[in-house]
């Protein structure tokens, strides 16, 4: 939905918040009111892009880099406004994607974008916020510039953009880490069948299914219907704010509860770059508690709750997706992801 006219003129960046209200007319205000110089970086697609323009950011290294990536987004523009193409938002966020994984904050920014209003993908304000991080990171002014309307929204890169894992084959390949003897092998069959849901889903967000399955034993004893007193909810005891933050509907229903209580730990993992103590953490008290501490809170709930993670796991480190958030000013940076 967009803003009345009334409501995106030259003080939209004000007046309408949130930026997929106003889809183009106020990305277009705040891209006016930017300090000069600054729009020539990066610049704001806009529903009015014609072929010709798509034509011209082809030919615009400073926008987009090389010449192959400066045409994929060229291409990608074309079809996301049918100009010249047939419009195909879908193939237009995929295209964006591979150039934003070949490294064109352009186009992470325009996939941003597109999650934010909800165009050829579903709308996820913490996928947008993810992907205008990444390109603000890369000195895009215009995502720094939509990262200050969304302060407060929290979110992952999409699934597109996860580092595919090589064949298991390959000699570059390091041997998985021996965590020792697995203390939760032996389960009752009600504790497996959820264990074997957890086996299945936790590799698909990067998690040690063995971390997972420690954290659920640790916060609800495999209990779907758990509840605590602060109104932690589900398998994973997912907070209602955290819930919301990642996207979960129902958190009693076990495959909902399980997926964001999986895409926390891999948030937390990357912001605390692998250290499983912080982000177990991070994960009962909050990365807030966990920085402002510089290290594991002195409650002796959480406390408690990380040595027990932590001796169910055997290990300090979890390998981690450095690409996913920038990292927490107390976190050790672990060369390749793992240690």
């Known amino acids: 939905m967009r803003c009345a006219p ?4 030259p003080r939209a960046a004000t007046s309408c918040g949130w930026v997929r209200r106003c889809a183009g007319t106020a990305l277009l205000a705040l891209a ?28 615009a290294p400073a926008a987009a ?16 406004y049918g100009e010249g193409l047939p419009r195909d938002q879908r193939l237009a966020a995929t295209m964006y994607c591979e150039a934003a994984v070949a490294g064109s904050p352009e186009a992470a920014y325009r996939l941003g974008w597109m999650y934010a209003n909800g165009r050829g993908v579903a709308h996820d304000d913490g996928v947008a916020v ?4 990444l390109a603000a990171g890369e000195g895009h002014a215009f995502a720094r510039t939509l990262l200050q309307r969304m302060a407060g929204v929290h979110g992952m890169l999409p699934d597109c953009m996860r580092p595919v894992a090589p064949p298991p084959d390959d000699p570059q390949v390091a041997e998985a880490p021996d965590y020792g003897p697995d203390p939760l092998a032996d389960l009752p069959p009600w504790k497996q069948k959820i264990a074997n849901l957890v086996a ?30 602060k109104d932690a909810q589900g398998l994973m005891q997912l907070m209602p704010e955290t819930a919301a933050r990642f996207n979960v509907r129902n958190p009693f229903d076990m495959r909902d509860n399980l997926r964001g209580g999986l895409a926390y730990l891999r948030w937390l993992l990357s912001y605390y770059r ?10 009962n008290a909050g990365e807030k508690a966990v920085d402002r501490y510089r ?19 055997r290990s300090d480190y979890h390998p981690y ?15 390749g992801g793992a240690k």
Do not use: H, M
């Open 6 to 9: 009334s409501e995106c003129g």
């Open 32 to 59: 006016a009111a930017l300090p000069a110089g600054t729009q020539a970086q990066d610049s704001a697609p806009s529903p009015a892009l014609t072929a010709a323009d798509a034509a011209s950011a082809a030919s």
């Open 65 to 80: 880099g090389p010449a192959p990536l400066a045409n994929k987004l060229a291409l990608a523009q074309s079809y996301e």
């Open 130 to 133: 993810a992907l205008f991080e």
């Open 200 to 229: 299945q889903l936790a590799p698909r967000y990067g998690i040690e299914p063995r971390l997972a399955l420690s954290v659920i034993s640790v916060e609800s004893n495999f209990d779907t219907s758990a509840r605590s007193v």
């Open 274 to 283: 692998g250290e499983v103590a912080l982000a177990a953490a991070a994960y």
């Open 295 to 313: 290290g594991v809170p002195p409650y002796n709930e959480t406390r408690d709750y990380v040595n027990r993670v932590v001796q169910l796991f």
């Open 321 to 335: 997706d450095p690409k996913l958030v920038a990292p927490s000013a107390i976190a050790a940076p672990v060369d």
